[in-house]
């Protein structure tokens, strides 16, 4: 990796400065990969949440700047950069997905990976507890944002996730702004739902007095008195 273009953790730099885009449109690598790096972060999020495989998005995101180092002289700089390769990132993601839908079509039906709707595998232990006591809480949540449907999906990611305003994301994906606001209300409801569960789970077991804390006090405590009554 290289230092110098570090991975921004969240994309809220400022749009692509013109001196960075006339790099960029003059075919220049250091370009690509300062732009890369400020915006991989928001695209694999996007792609990830129409596929819901990392390395399904992984490939949307590689395709996404691949097709926008070509399609450069369609940009036009009175529009968003962000929004505009963030918008051929979703179109990557959704080809692929319609790509692999079609292969799957065409398989032994037993063949086909089906994906688990039901919640028995939100918490790896089982337990909603051990799960948000063993710092699992992260991916615990990451299950439930994949459970959503689609639509609700996409508008979390962005909206939620990449704190896009409405307007942004109504652009990115071509829907209008009221439709981001409901489809956003009604994608937090849902996880609300899917969590509570696990949060009310998590609070009864919250700063339990157990296991190597209980073990080391009681040790000392019996150390200290026998050693007293030695004396």
């Not at 051990?130 to 710092?135: L, M, P």
Request: charged share 30%.
């Amino acid at each position: 990796m290289i230092a110098e273009f570090p991975c921004a953790e969240r994309p809220e730099a400022p749009d692509i400065e013109p001196a960075l885009l006339e790099r960029l449109r003059s075919g220049d690598v250091q370009a690509l990969e300062a732009v890369m790096r400020r915006y991989n972060q928001r695209l694999f999020r996007v792609a990830r949440s129409i596929l819901r495989d990392g390395d399904l998005a992984e490939d949307a995101v590689q395709e996404a700047y691949i097709a926008a180092f070509y399609k450069l002289d369609r940009y036009s700089p009175t529009g968003s950069f962000a929004a505009w390769l963030t918008r051929i990132a979703v179109n990557e993601a959704l080809m692929i997905k319609r790509n692999r839908s079609r292969h799957d079509a065409r398989r032994d039906p037993a063949e086909v990976d089906e994906i688990d709707t039901t919640g028995r595998d939100d918490f790896p232990s089982g337990d909603p507890a051990a799960a948000v006591a063993g710092g699992e809480l992260i991916r615990m949540i990451e299950k439930a944002v994949d459970r959503l449907p689609e639509d609700f999906r996409t508008v979390f990611v962005l909206r939620g996730v990449e704190r896009l305003s409405v307007l942004e994301t109504a652009e990115i994906l071509d829907i209008n702004p009221a439709t981001v606001k409901t489809r956003y209300y009604r994608a937090r409801i849902l996880l609300q739902r899917t969590l509570s569960q696990a949060m009310d789970h998590a609070e009864l077991h919250a700063f339990e007095f157990a296991g190597e804390r209980c073990d080391r006090i009681v040790a000392n405590v019996v150390r200290r008195i026998t050693a007293a009554q030695g004396s």
